[in-house]
């Protein structure tokens, strides 16, 4: 076994290979965003999530996978990055639905942060967007209006 002398006491040694240093030494190796967001899932699922909840999960993070790539890092995505992606979704989706989709990205960033798997400052740097409130019409009685009732 040998250990490279200009290497510092954290890094492994290595007995294969010509640098006599493990490859993982430097650091640990930046996980991509698509296996992030499957350990995000599959923790959710874990802790007791419903499978709803597992599956609204599992929507944005495939459709943030899907528009950054699978193999790049938590870290590299920036706040400004992800609000320029949510922003081109505005262009189709309700903006309640942008709210859920930052609630979901913030989620998963915090998740990250906590597993010490990323810091991801860019989910976490995301805020909510207003979202205006809207009056649901109420459900009006099929029958006829009962007559009013004779006072006494």
């Not at 030494?25 to 999530?49: K, M, V, Y």
């Amino acid at each position: 076994m040998r250990i490279a002398p200009d290497s510092p006491p954290n890094c492994a040694p290595d007995s294969f290979g010509h640098s006599g240093i493990a490859p993982d030494s430097f650091g640990p190796i930046p996980l991509g965003l698509g296996a992030a967001a499957d350990l995000f899932c599959a923790a959710r699922a874990a802790e007791g999530a419903s499978p709803r909840t597992v599956e609204w999960y599992r929507m944005i993070t495939v459709r943030c996978v899907r528009q950054f790539g699978e193999k790049r890092p938590v870290d590299a995505l920036s706040a400004a990055e992800l609000r320029a992606w949510l922003l081109e979704l505005r262009a189709t989706l309700s903006p309640e639905s942008i709210a859920g989709y930052v609630r979901g990205l913030k989620a998963f960033g915090n998740w990250c942060a906590a597993e010490e798997i990323a810091r991801a400052t860019g989910f976490r740097g995301l805020r909510r967007p207003k979202v205006p409130r809207r009056l649901i019409r109420s459900v009006q009685r099929s029958r006829a209006p009962e007559s009013p009732r004779p006072r006494r």
